[in-house]
């Protein structure tokens, strides 16, 4: 009796100071990491680094061999003569969708370039460059946690990007069954940009009047036809233009760094509304499932295009991380102050390019923050941050869920891209107390 008084009286004198602390259970219906954020490597203003990646993802030159992030075979051909084809997206596109994603950056705007802190997550679940929601709006590892291929979506730029592109790829193979078919007089060729116009769409929802996002072109809500195009420079609203009309105008007009363009630009075409057969397949009264009459040739002049002359290997782009952690077993006391009453681990990546590390674990006293992060190798510059070059694990006790004033707790660190390896770090709890009343103290146990 006397052991339960003496953790009662101690959980009721830390309930104040802890009641504001997350925990996590296993029906969280959220984002994969809430209600933290994990860490996220920045890349050069430039965007130098993304660029290189999108080139290479474009053509399946990323991630080709892992299914969750190759770049699947491009189908092509009239609504009933489809056929599986090279997997192939057009660089200029995928870079301007991630701008009007992401302004192209994978951490949240008050990071450094060059430098590493909490990723960009968006109100609904988008994660970084391409602002990813298909699969990151639930954790989807064991025990209701984040799984490493959301650690890696989040927190690193290329499989971010790798995995929206595959999505935009999915989008367009989703013709004829979902969404309408775009260049009937061109076979529907993907190396022409302006077939991407349905995909694009689709990239963002597939959705017209009445739906809280309108994307359709002829919606009213857009004005009348011809409109301005979108100037791509921050001095228009975004709500004023379907979203294919945003992107479409940052192909154009590519943003500027150092007085350098981030893209070629390419002044793709859209959709003449003018044009009786354009505007019989695009008007709100033919918007009807599956979409079947929405089928429109390709607008014209029509940009042909090729893959990038130069593509960065994706051995250069990855690195080639290696897997390091500072202690194995750290100890924390709940009743100190400063240090004492947390733990810290560092991740070091002891060889190349960005690393993702994920840290989970079953005991819920143990919070760990952030859950995911990454650790920079020494060919990325990465200053200006205590996240940077290594990662930081900050571990802390919610003492109302200790089960004794004297605990232990496993962690598990691991990286999807670091080798593999696989780290249990043993966490010691000691959360004893004096109490200042007559003939009553804290018993060790």
């Excluded at 994307?215 to 979108?230: L, T, V």
């Excluded at 002049?301 to 090729?306: E, G, K, L, R, S």
Aim: net charge neutral.
């Amino acid at each position: 009796m006397r052991k339960r008084a003496t953790v009662l009286l101690a959980t009721l004198l830390l309930a104040t100071a802890v009641a504001l602390v997350p925990v996590r259970t296993s029906t969280v219906e959220a984002c994969a990491f809430d209600p933290w954020t994990p860490n996220a490597y920045e890349g050069d203003a430039q965007r130098r680094l993304y660029n290189s990646a999108i080139e290479a993802a474009s053509v399946n030159r990323l991630l080709p061999a892992d299914p969750f992030f190759a770049l699947p075979n491009i189908e092509r051909g009239a609504r009933t003569s489809r056929t599986a084809g090279t997997p192939y997206i057009p660089a200029t596109l995928l870079k301007s969708i991630a701008w009007i994603e992401s302004t192209m950056t994978q951490a949240a705007r008050a990071v450094a370039f060059e430098s590493a802190g909490p990723a960009q997550i968006s109100f609904d679940c988008g994660h970084g460059i391409m602002q990813v929601t298909t699969g990151m709006t639930a954790p989807l590892g064991t025990d209701g946690l984040a799984s490493p291929r959301q650690a890696s979506i989040a927190t690193h730029f290329a499989y971010n990007i790798a995995r929206g592109a595959q999505i935009l790829a999915e989008k367009w193979n989703a013709a004829p069954e979902q969404i309408p078919v775009a260049g009937i007089d061109t076979a529907s060729d993907p190396a022409i940009v302006e077939n991407w116009y349905f995909a694009t769409w689709a990239y963002n929802g597939f959705t017209g009047p009445g739906a809280t996002i309108s994307n359709h072109p002829s919606d009213p809500r857009f004005g009348a036809w011809p409109r301005p195009g979108f100037a791509c420079d921050g001095t228009q609203s975004r709500s004023r233009y379907p979203y294919q009309e945003l992107v479409w105008g940052c192909m154009a007009r590519p943003e500027t760094r150092a007085g350098v363009q981030l893209w070629t630009p390419l002044a793709a075409t859209l959709p003449d509304l003018s044009n009786p057969i354009i505007a019989r397949a695009l008007s709100v009264s033919n918007w009807t499932y599956p979409y079947s009459t929405m089928d429109i040739p390709t607008p014209q002049p029509a940009h042909q295009t090729t893959a990038p002359a130069t593509i960065l290997p994706a051995a250069q782009l990855l690195g080639a991380p290696v897997f390091q952690t500072s202690a194995q077993r750290v100890t924390i006391n709940v009743n100190a102050t400063g240090a004492a009453s947390k733990a810290t681990i560092r991740i070091h990546n002891g060889g190349t390019g960005v690393m993702t590390w994920i840290a989970t674990s079953t005991d819920r006293f143990l919070v760990l923050s952030p859950p995911a992060g990454v650790a920079v190798g020494g060919d990325l510059k990465c200053t200006g941050s205590e996240s940077c070059p290594d990662g930081s694990l900050v571990i802390s006790v919610n003492p109302t869920l200790l089960p004794a004033s004297r605990a232990s707790g496993t962690i598990r660190l691991s990286s999807p891209n670091g080798g593999g390896q696989v780290v249990d770090i043993i966490v010691d709890v000691s959360a004893e107390f004096s109490i200042g009343a007559p003939g009553t103290s804290r018993a060790t146990q």
